[in-house]
């Protein structure tokens, strides 16, 4: 019995509903408030924070807790509600190396000025599930010291730099950066637009990319000359104020790769940066980050253009989960008129083929005969 | 209908001014170029991209207070995508929404142009996936601008005779290619090719919207649109062996409707207002009185 496709609202209404109970699951149990998620799901919220691109732990809380623990869905939300806020201008580019660091490795020097801080780390875990954790046993207080005041920690590439031995950053230009939520993106896209897209792009994505370039795909030599966790202050420059006026803090992974060059005739031979920054602890994203930012480097380093990661076009226009899991997942809205045309097609060259084969059957038998 | 109050927390129809001002600028642009993609600013919006973000921001720019806006998707006014977009600016415009296509001032529309004629005056626009025609030929949005710029649509032109030599037929049945006012291609987004002729000389303006690429484009009213085609094999529409099954209709774009799984099925008009206008002005198709809905 043929039923018109009616009452679309109605069953609308209905899915919410039902989604909403799902959400709840066993109203046994007591329901997830933000402040947990805040608290014990901070790396899923660290993520969400920083591919949503609006730094508020809270809203990225709330965010995980509306999407079910969908963190490509709670990190739709935390854009969505984002696109939505005025903009009051841009701040000072922050200084990392005045950061109030809480982990700071070197993967390049064994010891260094500042030292190696291991911080809170999966790295030296065994992978051993934790039958306690099952039990809500309180683990052991942790002790910590609260790291002292403005104490610089000179960068890994600062040092490098100071003899000259890997190139130079560029440093703060007076233009101010590109920003690709508030221009569409052309090609070819500055170095401030693919960090932009980069630090928003999809961890997943970035980190095969850079996985790629480590399997020969675009290989670059990287080494992890430093990676830092820690807060930096946020600083605005106002006008009629002839000095920076700190409006907050934020806590950002760093990661600064250094991958080889053999120089050029005019150049003499120096490393190379790769560079990766995110909001909060994610520090698997700011590494695959700099190996995809050092990869896109490639035309400006005069590299043979071989591989994806190389591939500025492939890669920014594909980074975006937000972007990506839309257009995948609308193959579920109809499709029934374009299918039908597809249908009446598909008909019409087997009516042609059948025909086809028909006549050239009897051409046969008559020939036979 | 009374419209519902609109919600203090959002601008009129979902989008602040500046944005609006920011898309405004690329329709005027779209509709000087007819048929070439405008880049824009596109924004994240409260749907997913591929639901139709670029058309919701196209009509969120263009909507007024006294608009009365009509949605669709496969023709339709009640599939559930259109339902909510419809309800979103119902809720954030307070606009009064029809489903006749003759009160709409703007309609909005996925995969279908309405078979009732539009009037001048009306609006109609366009969800787009993939703006770029030449997308499938050149994966390069910097090498198909180029070839925008350049004129240089042979490639199109290699891919339907290709389809001619293997199948004997132009096998692009929807998203089928036109040149719009003898200079850019454009891909009059997924409406199948049947409603190809109603692009052109349309007394409507018509704006497309892709809200994930970020490209806006326009067929400004009585603009010159011919589907791509060549002298031995012209362009030809679908045709439908029957007509309709509820209302009679001939000449209209059918869905098919599979009824059991001994091979029963319906043909039904896709354009639900068109197919029930004419059922109330007393047409009857074949299959009418067994099908009435049950709701």
Known sequence: MYVAVKGGETAIRNAHRLLAERRRGDRSVPALTVDQILEQLTLAVDRVMSEGSLYDRRLAALAIKQARGDLIEAIFLVRAYRTTLPRFGASLPIETSRML?????????????????????????????????????????????????DRAIPRVTDLLGRDGLIEPDGGAT?????????????????????????????????????????????????????IRLGEVAIEIAVPGLDFPVAIGRIQVTECQMVNQFRGSAEAPPQFTRGYGLVFGHCERKAMAMALCDRALRARELGEDLTAPAQDEEFVLSHADNVQATGFVEHLKLPHYVDFQAELELLRRLRAEFDERRADDASDEREAAE | MSAPAVPAAYNFAYLDEQTKRMIRRAILKAVAIPGYQVPFASREMPMPYGWGTGGVQVTAAIIGADDVLKVIDQGADDTTNAVSIRAFFAKTAGVATTTRTADATIIQTRHRIPETALKAGQILVFQVPIPEPLRFLEPRETETRTMHALEEYGLMHV????????????????AYPVKVEGRYVMDPSPIPKFDNPKLGDSPALQLFGAGREKRIYAIPPHTRVESLDFEDHPFEVQRFAEPCGLCGATGAYLDEVILDDRGNRLFVCSDTDFCEERRRAGHCGAKAAAMEPTS
């Open chain 1, 101 to 149: 660091v809480e982990r700071r490795i070197s993967a390049t020097f064994k010891d260094l000025p500042g030292g190696q801080l291991l911080g809170p780390t999966f790295d030296y875990t065994h992978r051993l599930l934790d039958p306690d954790l099952a039990e809500d046993r309180e683990p052991e207080p942790a002790e910590t010291a609260d790291p002292p005041e």
């Open chain 1, 174 to 226: 007076e233009e101010a950066p590109g920003d690709l939520t508030r221009g569409p993106l052309a090609f070819p896209a500055g170095r401030d637009l693919r960090l932009q897209a980069l630090a928003r792009g999809d961890e997943g994505f970035l980190l095969a990319l850079g996985y790629s370039t480590q399997r020969g795909y675009a290989r670059t030599h990287p080494f992890a000359a430093e």
């Open chain 2, 159 to 174: 891919k339907l005779y290709e389809d001619i030599a293997r199948h004997g037929h132009i096998a692009t049945t929807y």
